[in-house]
T-cell receptor, first 111, second 115 residues
């Protein structure tokens, strides 16, 4: 069964800093991996989806990488802003037609 | 606007009183799913549906029922709610989960409290 772990669980940084969020998964036979953002009390919004054939995917200040062989993905946020404060979750497919989510990294960017 | 709509947003009920949480999507998505989110346990999948009349259990299906009679709707039914089903529930949809470039879209969530 797929297990997804995110480190760190929480992160506080000053505005403007570049930061990296980590996601590891146990079953590398995945066809894609998704990163989501969740604001308090709200639903999840898909930020980036990396297909298994890709190594990176970029959207604005966000860059996600995928290394299937090592079972790892990273989300890089450049020049962080207070508006980036949220919980970030990664999700990897498991057998069948299900997704397994990591526990999330709660990010706070201080002005 | 493309969206997944859940209702109600908040629900307080008592043990044993049947309830239904509705979910509707307007994107002609084949795949729909229900999750619950609990502190310390994260997001866990309850049920999912690959298409009309095709449903399957997720990791935590006990105490829940679903149906998929129309492509756009995927209601979650709690026949006899219990306090351990107090949680934040999310509905999600995708064109097809196994399509490598298809994102998952989430509803805004339903906060359920069972007293």
């Amino acid at each position: 069964k797929q297990e997804v772990t995110q480190i760190p669980a929480a992160l506080s940084v000053p505005e403007g800093e570049n930061l990296v969020l980590n996601c590891s998964f146990t079953d590398s036979a995945i066809y894609n991996l998704q990163w989501f953002r969740q604001d308090p009390g709200k639903g999840l919004t898909s930020l980036l989806l990396i297909q298994s054939s890709q190594r990176e995917q970029t959207s604005g200040r966000l860059n996600a990488s995928l290394d299937k062989s090592s079972g790892r993905s990273t989300l890089y946020i450049a020049a962080s802003q207070p508006g980036d404060s949220a919980t970030y979750l990664c999700a990897a497919p498991q057998t069948g037609n299900m997704l397994t989510f990591g526990g999330g990294t709660r990010l706070m960017v201080k002005p | 606007e493309a969206q997944v709509t859940q209702n109600p947003r908040y629900l307080i009920t008592v043990t044993g009183k049947k309830l239904t949480v509705t979910c509707s999507q307007n994107m002609n998505h084949e795949y729909m799913s229900w999750y619950r989110q609990d502190p310390g346990l994260g997001l866990r999948q309850i049920y999912y549906s690959m298409n009309v009349e095709v449903t399957d259990k997720g990791d935590v299906p006990e105490g829940y029922k679903v149906s998929r009679k129309e492509k756009r709707n995927f209601p979650l039914i709690l026949e006899s709610p219990s306090p351990n089903q107090t949680s934040l529930y999310f509905c999600a949809s995708s064109l097809g989960l196994r399509r490598t470039n298809e994102k998952l879209f989430f509803g805004s969530g339903t906060q359920l409290s069972v007293l």
